[in-house]
């Protein structure tokens, strides 16, 4: 077959097409506009490049239509031409986004449309989206905005920075209301919240997971708070690896409580093991963090009877956080830790 006819092929059958045949499902809640998460039971593949392309955020692979077919049925390349030839005309139900007329990419570096945007401040729309919705603590999101981690992205939403080793801006994860992202042209390493130099290193999925799981345990004394923004990139292994060398240093697995959130735990595993430090799984008691500290939350206001006007505002003379409530395994054994926290 030519190439030309080849380019043809990949114009006319998209990545979607070859996942939805393959038993692939559209998650819409944890999809953009810019990247389209499909789950098959355990396994996930992120289609991106408006259909075109895709790659799998727990591995390095990742390509074109023909080399998904590969990916997925083990077959060559002669062999994935006529299987994606078949699907032509083929119109999975899943939606296929397309960046919107006009949208242009920034010319801006990626440090220089970091630095334009504003910090978050009381009473600002990223504020209130993060102590509001997100039931986050105002301590936590006052220490954030300190360490230089957070800011105020379009329409009341969140940027929160991945940065290099070096402490260089490299993206920022992106969360809204009605938006989840990450930055264009950006490259995801990792979202850090807490000491540099800490020993225990806690890695989460989502920013805003990490912000939580921080304020659950009251931002824990000697404790770096971590998040991939979903992703493993060569990156992302080489910046946890520096961290997990210190002497000392343990790692926890405190990503979400699904089949998702156990590879990652997998994969952190078997980092730990390589370079030979501690290890730790901590599951959030609901799907992740933050949705944890919402049921946390609300069970608070309950319990004082809706006295509170102001999400987490705190009262004269309120200092630290209330202890921890003990926690239960599924079979209602108390199993100690931070609210609903249960450890492998």
């Known amino acids: 077959m030519k190439r030309e006819d080849i380019e043809n092929l990949k114009n006319q059958v998209g990545c979607a097409a070859v996942l939805e045949t393959a038993g692939f499902a559209l998650d819409a809640k944890e999809s953009t506009p810019r990247a389209g998460k499909f789950r098959r039971g355990s396994d996930i593949i992120i289609v991106t490049h408006e259909g075109r392309g895709w790659f799998d955020p ?19 390349f002669a062999e994935g031409l006529e299987r994606v030839a078949a699907l032509i005309g083929f119109q999975p139900s899943a939606p296929v986004w397309s960046r919107a007329t006009g949208e242009r990419t920034p010319g801006a570096s990626v440090a220089e449309r970091w630095e334009q945007r504003r910090r978050p401040w009381r009473g600002s729309a990223t504020w ?31 940027w929160a920075a991945h940065t290099d080793a070096d402490g260089a801006i490299t993206g920022w994860e992106e969360r809204g209301a009605e938006w989840r992202g990450f930055a264009t042209g950006g490259a995801k390493i990792l979202f850090r919240f807490g000491a540099a130099g800490s020993s225990r290193i806690c890695v989460t999925e989502a920013a805003i997971d990490a912000m939580s799981l921080a304020a659950v345990e009251g931002i824990r004394e000697g404790t770096l708070y971590l998040s991939t923004g979903g992703g493993w990139s060569p990156n992302t292994e080489a910046a946890l690896k520096l961290l997990i060398t210190l002497p000392g240093a343990e790692l926890v697995a405190a990503t979400d409580a699904n089949s998702q959130g156990d590879a990652y735990a997998g994969r952190l ?8 430090c501690t290890w730790q799984r901590l599951r959030p008691p609901a799907g992740d963090w933050n949705e944890a500290l919402q049921q946390r939350e609300k069970k608070n206001r309950e319990r004082q009877g809706g006295k509170r006007g102001v999400p987490h505002a705190r009262r004269p003379g309120q200092g630290k956080l209330r202890p921890a409530e003990p926690a239960l395994d599924p079979v209602g054994r108390d199993v100690g830790g931070a609210v609903g926290v249960m450890k492998d």
């Not at 595993?269 to 030979?276: P, T």
């Open 269 to 276: 595993r078997a980092l730990a093991n390589e370079v030979g």
């Open 58 to 76: 727990l591995s390095d692979d990742k390509g074109d239509v023909f080399s998904l077919v590969s990916h997925l049925d083990h077959v060559g």
């Open 128 to 158: 209130e989206y993060l102590c509001g919705e997100r039931c986050l603590l105002p301590r936590v999101v006052l220490s954030a905005i300190d360490q230089g981690t957070l800011r105020e992205g379009p329409y009341g939403s969140m």
